[in-house]
């Protein structure tokens, strides 16, 4: 047991101000060094949290984790604030504006219902590449963003002024994790309590899986479904069972030339290939203080990519610079020194913590790589690329004169992951500034685009003098959102889409992104690399992605003469010279500031009304049947049709896409018939206020097998009773007016990508009560139990082809509220359409008893409105 005086808080003077603490080092003592900071931090949070009984426990079983490396407990975690972006914001309070109306009909008053904590909107995600290679093109891709989003916008503008504590930051502003990085995030805070003033980690969860972004500055954040996202916003605490920590040593440092991007596709092979699921990731060792926090953030961006849910590095003074160079001032840096080093919380190069497992990483040892063509996680040094390529198989029908077999369709400097930090925009900026002097130019058939995360961009390129030089190579910016990252790359160029049509090329996206999976970029573009943004300048000079960059003599001049890549390879000096001579801190808060008055935003017309007024004939915005309070549980014993089984590495972009919506598709067709122009039907990402659409839209990929029954087209099924083939949502809807059950049988690591929730939710709209699998990814895992749906963990090697499922096979599992427990096994049987009963090892794959007591109060939203509905 732990001693109740060592919960006393220490004091600490900063600003002249004495602040209290959490007293980490009174606490530990000499077990400071061994406990991982990651660990610090939840430690921190329980003692703030939490008291009595509740607080012992946890406390208890954080220093117990020392002696093993692992734990079953379960402990809260209550974050300080929320971060969203557009899309899974709009049905978050999509959610919350029907449960406003729900409170309304019982006769309680609607604007009781508010979020208690903070909640950022970032509206990132909507914004497509349409114009680019012209200066113009940020001002033209805004305003056909706005237009085309208009209604949606109009709904933020409404939550943030009908919900208290909803901040939007609005088109332009950048992307989220930027804008965390270099806006929002503290690190080390204030906070008024009962007993005086304290000093507070900046701590936080994000509805995107690449929350863990801000782990680079020391900041302990990681992405939750926007489910779980909805349950801490209205004050309940996030159950989580003490993580599994991974230590990633670093030693040495980068070689020149060498990126942190380079670094971060490193760290995802190493740590996929160890099989990281779902722990928390810290990174440690001498090799951590020769990072700077700009580079730090990229590695810890990647954190879903390689399997982690963190990807944390310490408060050191180099996270004092980024603070410093970003415009924080110095009094909030003197409050995170002083409250971190006095904390316990300050980066130690020389530290030895336990960890659970760990890999070492010599970073002399990283080279210039990109990661492809199909995975994040599939490394290949650079000359590598050409033979990945050739390893598909792809023979071109015929060939197109000057067109190369596998042409860059599209070269996008893109992401948080890679244009957060100045350091790689500079590099990108010199390398066009030495391709441009030597009269190189992009490929005429390439799409070329900078979409960088920070307004702040534009006026750092400018003043270093490469702004010129990076729109003389045709990546003019574009705007300050995710674009071809999240899928809006815009339409692909008309020379390489008519070519592939006719067989005569496979297209290639080449991106500065951290996604890569087939269909992600665009839904014609099935072959992607990852890479650092300078990589992205020079294969779009080169438009051909199967040559070999780190040959001699790759590129021509327009005199013959051949450069190789190494010729435009910037030093670090450069780089380094560059980012003095560019550099302002002044520049983060103006250019954000004038970013955020946007006027086309601010001229957008709200309704000013606690509850929102729903137009019944809107495509956009739709009230939820499920947030309702009259959903119930799915739980119970029942004999159930697979709507769909499906094998290995299905992604949240497969269940729900979020590209564009294809003209030709039912989905479109259904839009049509409603007043939609086929030829402007936007993204399904932009859909997800409408429920109608996003149903339809659910498993609506090309790339996804349905093995039920072999060569049926996208998004449908067999309809067993009937032995027709027809959409899945109409077959869902005949199984749910016969009073049948449905589940989804899977591979592993069903749900991988984003973290989408509109992934579960469809899925629920689908009548869906289960889905069997060997292994889940994470988000999707607690988004499923966020609607409801039990996710059952297949054991002992069972997976989809050993069920073999045949048409007319049922699966039974008995899920009777009062049977589920944490990990508990749960009775699967197969009964074979001749009577035959196979029984299949299973167990819920529920980690908390929060998450019991959601499964049995439907979901999250069913959960909340018990909360504020009258018994
Ligand atoms: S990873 Fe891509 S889609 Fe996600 S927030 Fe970053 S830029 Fe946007």
């Known amino acids: 047991m732990t001693d109740e005086r060592i919960f006393a808080p220490g004091v600490l003077h900063a600003g002249g101000r004495a602040l209290r603490y959490t007293d980490l080092p009174a606490l530990l003592g000499a077990r400071l060094g061994r406990m991982p900071l990651v660990l610090r931090h939840l430690l921190d949070n329980v003692v703030r949290h939490t008291d009595g009984a509740e607080r012992e426990a946890a406390v208890d079983a954080l220093l117990a984790w020392l002696d093993t490396g692992t ?3 379960e402990i809260p975690f209550q974050p300080g604030r929320v971060l969203m972006h557009d899309t899974t914001s709009t049905p978050a309070l999509v959610d919350i504006a029907a449960m406003r109306d729900a409170l309304a009909e019982a006769g309680v008053d609607p604007t009781r219902l508010n979020p208690v904590l903070p909640v950022d909107v970032s509206v990132d995600h909507s914004l497509a590449v349409e114009a680019y290679a012209r200066t113009d093109a940020p001002v033209l891709n805004l305003q056909h963003e706005i237009r085309r989003n208009a209604e949606r916008y109009r709904f933020l503008r409404w939550a943030s002024t009908a919900l ?38 900046d701590q936080m969860i994000g509805t995107d899986s690449h929350t863990p972004m801000v782990n680079g500055i020391g900041v302990l954040g990681w992405g939750v479904g926007g489910l779980e996202a909805q349950t801490v916003m209205f004050g309940l605490p996030t159950m989580l069972r003490i993580p599994d920590v991974v230590g990633v040593r670093l030693t040495g440092a980068l070689r020149p030339g060498v990126l942190a991007t380079d670094l971060a596709l490193v760290v995802t092979q190493r740590l996929r290939a160890i099989g990281v699921s779902g722990e928390f990731v810290e990174f440690h060792g001498p090799g951590v203080s020769t990072l700077a926090a700009g580079e730090r953030s990229v590695i810890a961006n990647m954190a879903p990519e390689y399997g982690a849910t963190t990807g944390f590095f310490g408060v050191d003074t180099r996270t ?18 002083a409250f971190c080093r006095q904390a316990g919380l300050w980066f130690d190069p020389q530290a030895t913590p336990r960890f659970t497992r760990g890999i070492e990483i010599d970073l002399a040892t990283v080279g210039t790589h990109v990661a492809g063509p199909r995975r994040p996680q599939d490394l290949l040094d650079l000359p590598q690329a050409p033979q990945a390529l050739a390893k598909t198989g792809f023979v071109p029908a015929h060939r197109q004169e000057g067109l190369p077999d596998f042409p860059v369709a599209i070269a996008a400097i893109t992401s948080c992951t890679n244009t957060s930090d100045p350091g790689l925009l500079i590099a990108a900026g010199l390398l066009a500034r030495k391709a441009r002097r030597l009269g190189l130019r992009a490929a005429p058939w390439v799409k070329t685009s900078l979409a960088p995360g920070s307004p702040a961009a534009a006026s750092y390129l400018a003043r270093a003098g490469l702004a010129e030089d990076l729109e003389a190579m045709g990546f003019a910016i574009v705007g300050y959102g995710c ?22 090329c496979k297209a290639v996206a080449i991106l500065s992104g951290n996604r890569n999976f087939p269909g992600r970029v665009h839904p014609d573009v099935e072959l992607s690399f990852i890479m650092s943004p300078p990589l992205v300048v020079a294969y779009a000079i080169a438009g051909d992605a199967a040559r070999d960059l780190q040959g001699q003599g790759v590129f021509t ?7 190789s890549l190494a010729e435009l390879w910037p030093t670090r000096e450069e780089i380094e010279a560059h980012l003095r001579q560019g550099l302002q801190a002044a520049d983060f808060a103006r250019d954000f500031a004038a970013a955020t008055a946007n006027p086309l935003w601010q001229a957008l017309e709200a309704p000013a009304t606690p509850l929102f007024p729903w137009d019944s004939t809107s495509n956009a915005l739709r009230r939820p049947p499920f947030a309702a309070a009259s959903e119930g549980s799915l739980l119970g014993d029942f004999r159930a049709h697979p709507l769909l089984v499906v094998g290995d590495d299905v992604t949240t972009d497969h269940i729900s896409p979020a590209s564009a919506i294809p003209p030709d598709s039912l989905v479109a067709d259904f839009l049509v018939a409603r007043g939609d122009k086929r030829d402007d039907l936007n993204v399904f990402a932009s859909r997800r206020g409408n429920w109608q659409v996003m149903m339809r839209a659910a498993f609506h990929n090309k790339t996804l097998v349905n093995q039920l029954k072999p060569g049926m087209p996208v998004a449908h099924t067999l309809h067993v009773p009937s032995g027709e083939v027809m959409p899945i949502w109409d077959a869902a809807d005949r199984y749910r007016d016969a009073g049948e059950s449905v589940v989804v049988v899977a591979g592993e690591r069903y749900g991988m990508g984003s973290s989408r929730d509109w992934a579960a939710k469809g899925q629920r709209l689908l009548g869906i009560r289960a889905v069997l699998a060997p292994s889940f990814e994470r988000i999707h895992r607690s988004n499923l139990i966020g609607m409801g749906i039990l996710p059952v963990r297949l054991e002992d090697g069972w997976c989809p082809q050993r069920m073999a499922m045949q048409p007319g096979d049922r699966v039974e599992v008995d899920a009777a509220p009062g049977r589920i427990e944490p990990r508990g096994p749960v009775a699967v049987r ?34 909340i409105l018990k909360q504020h509905l009258p018994h």
């Open 71 to 73: 734990s079953e407990a």
């Open 830 to 863: 197969i009964v074979r359409a001749d009577g035959r009963v196979e029984p299949v090892p299973a167990r819920a794959a529920v980690e908390t008893r929060m998450e019991v007591s959601l499964l049995r109060d439907g979901g999250v939203i069913p959960s």
């Open 320 to 337: 004092l610079d980024y603070l410093r160079a970003t415009g924080r001032s110095e009094a909030a840096i003197a409050l995170v020194e």
């Open 483 to 504: 674009t071809t990252c999240i899928g809006n790359p815009g339409p692909l160029p008309d020379r390489v889409r008519d070519a592939q049509k006719d067989g005569a």
């Open 164 to 201: 208290r504590g909803v901040r939007i930051h609005p088109p332009g502003t950048g992307i989220m994790h930027t804008i965390n990085l270099e806006q929002l995030a503290t690190v080390a805070t204030t906070e008024q309590r009962a007993d005086g003033e304290w000093a507070v980690p």
């Open 557 to 563: 001049t327009d005199e013959g003469r051949t450069v």
